[in-house]
């Protein structure tokens, strides 16, 4: 293109002008600048590139928005073509991605490009992948004819590499995700291509790793563990001493990977019987002479206690500890199982010694209110109980703020030998033993203080109105073939006291004074003190030899409570300054409602 051209702009371009919509940034900036007095040479020194101006120049011209000035014709045909070449749609070319064919323009015009200034902001917010050339002294001298050719053959790679990329783009969507594997097998990608980029080994470790994994899982879950169930039996029999039997085998994910035992049994029946035995071993010995346990874990057992000494007796060689070793026994949702009753919701950790003898346990309940522990010393087993906030199973149950106790067990007979307890505002201390030989039989012996009789009358007799502090020593015997039996012939008797008492809806002093034909209701008795044998069975609690004081007024007789009745003789004195008075009464009738009767 003549450097000397002038130009103007037509209607169209001063339309373009004042309409911002009509024509890109960049070309809109280079038209403003077009006033029919500078010529182009000077236009592509304010640039800094004629090249770029005299593309942007032609696309003006070509689109009708200016005309030469002289009107004159381009110089030669040659010229012509070079600037038909270069007349190229700055508004495509931008929009297609980064290519190597625009690295091909940039390194092509870094070559050309002699002259420098400064672009404009305009160019940089549009083009932002085109660098600026590197700032030389400005000169009017014309670019050689290679360079020319050098960027018109990179626009034109440019040109054609945007209008195939769609179609190429569109083919690989429509060929689907398979495509390239597709090109693979049929020698559609080199070898080179095959390798990926830099960072595909990744990649592929990643996706290697993870079939790997897969693979393993498969096999951890589709493996026949049950071929392997009856050497496991011979095994757990040889390590513990005693029978065992396992009803099936499975694998077991939660809440780790494990291998579940199902409904295993040790010893006779009821002895130790297991819902679930999860074997956790450290993977690094599962391919060793000796594999190593990491954990046993014990699911949903009921432990009867006099099997403890059985499964602790020493054993003679033990071949399988030599092939086995476990480290850790953990027990969840357990019971520890005595005649008829158990202690639930238990759990813990049992200890095993290197010949798979059992010498400690520790198990605790689930809320934290009691806590079991238990060690083996010379062939006899040590126990230690401790309980805070702990209600005694069954019905009626007994509240114990505390609960300590000590003793031993042998496989016939558990005695504590100290027994310390904090319950109903006092304290109860004594000792107790189980013999569960050819008859269970229960022999024990309690010394109370300042139990809150209140309390106690609630939970046995709770329309019983009595209150007071309680004291008494008793002894407890029962025997049964069962746990039931042992619970209805158990027997205390002893000697009781209450201090400051009050017993309401019975009325002596009233009943006395003032008698009624059909018996006094309501009202109460104070004393000051009440002291009588005792005995307390299954069916009841009979008082006998009582002996109530109360100041002035005194009483004497017997006492039965059982079944929600009351019934009752007593002998009524009341003392005054001028006489004394004395009179039998009966007391009959429910807790609730008792009626006293004088008798003539």
Request: charged share 25%; aromatic share 4%.
């Amino acid at each position: 293109m003549n450097e000397d051209a002038v130009y103007v702009k037509t209607e169209a371009g001063e339309d373009a002008v004042s309409k911002r919509t009509i024509v890109q940034r960049n070309l809109r900036s280079v038209l403003i600048m077009i006033d029919g007095r500078t010529p182009v040479g000077n236009l592509a020194q304010q640039f800094g590139d004629p090249l770029i101006i005299e593309g942007l120049v032609g696309e003006l011209e070509h689109r009708g928005l200016i005309r030469r000035v002289d009107g004159a014709r381009v110089d030669s045909d040659a010229d012509r073509s070079a600037l038909s070449s270069i007349m190229v749609d700055i508004e495509d070319l931008i929009s297609q991605p980064i290519t190597p064919v625009a690295d091909d323009i940039r390194r092509a015009h870094d070559r050309s490009s002699t002259a420098a200034s400064p672009l404009l902001d305009e160019f940089a917010v549009v083009l932002p992948e085109l660098a600026a050339p590197t700032p030389v002294e400005p000169t009017l001298q014309a670019q050689p004819e290679a360079a020319n050719e050098d960027v018109r053959s990179a626009i034109r790679r440019a040109m054609i590499s945007a209008e195939n990329a769609p179609s190429t783009i569109g083919e690989d969507a429509r060929g689907g995700p398979f495509k390239r594997l597709r090109d693979i097998f049929a020698g559609r990608v080199s070898t080179a291509d095959r390798s990926g980029p830099p960072g595909s080994m990744a990649g592929r470790l990643v996706v290697g790793g993870g079939v790997v994994v897969l693979l393993l899982v498969a096999v951890f879950f589709l493996y026949p563990y049950s071929r392997h169930l009856p050497q496991m039996e011979l095994t757990a029999t040889e390590l513990l001493g005693q029978p065992v039997r396992i009803a099936a085998v499975s694998p077991s994910l939660f809440p780790e990977p494990s291998i579940a035992l199902e409904g295993v049994t040790v010893g006779e029946e009821g002895k130790f019987e297991i819902g679930v035995v999860k074997l956790i071993p450290r993977v690094s010995t599962l391919f060793a002479e000796r594999t190593v346990m990491r954990e046993i874990r014990i699911e949903r057992a009921g432990l009867n206690i006099a099997f403890l000494p059985d499964l602790s007796r020493p054993q003679g060689i033990n071949w399988s500890s030599r092939w086995l070793e476990v480290e850790h026994v953990s027990v969840i949702d357990s019971s520890l199982l005595l005649l008829d009753g158990a202690l639930s919701r238990l759990q813990g950790t049992l200890t095993l010694n290197e010949d798979g003898a059992l010498t400690q346990l520790s198990l605790t309940t689930v809320d934290g209110a009691m806590k079991v522990d238990a060690a083996i010393e010379s062939g006899i087993w040590k126990l230690a109980i401790k309980a805070l906030g702990w209600r005694t199973p069954g019905s009626p149950s007994l509240l114990f703020d505390v609960l300590e106790a000590s003793g031993t067990l042998t496989r016939q007979r558990l005695q504590l030998d100290k027994v310390d307890i904090k319950l109903y505002d006092g304290y109860a201390v004594g000792s107790l033993v189980l013999d569960w030989g050819e008859i269970t039989r229960v022999e024990g012996e309690i010394t109370t203080s300042r139990l809150n009789i209140e309390g106690l009358t609630k939970v046995f007799a709770p329309t019983l109105l009595v209150v007071g502090d309680l004291s008494a020593k008793v002894s407890i015997s029962g025997e049964g073939a069962t746990l039931a039996d042992v619970q209805r012939s158990l027997n205390a008797s002893g000697k009781l006291g209450v201090q400051r008492g009050k017993i309401e809806r019975v009325d002596l002093v009233q009943a006395v004074r003032i008698p009624r034909p059909d018996g006094v209701r309501g009202g109460n008795t104070r004393f000051d003190e009440l002291d009588a044998e005792v005995v307390a069975d299954a069916g009841g609690l009979s008082l006998t030899g009582a002996v109530m004081q109360s100041g002035l007024v005194g009483a004497a007789g017997s006492v039965r409570l059982a079944e929600g009745r009351i019934d009752g003789r007593l002998e009524v004195s009341l003392q005054s300054s001028a006489a004394s008075v004395r009179a039998p009464v009966s007391i009959s009738g429910s807790y609730a409602d008792p009626v006293v009767r004088l008798l003539r």
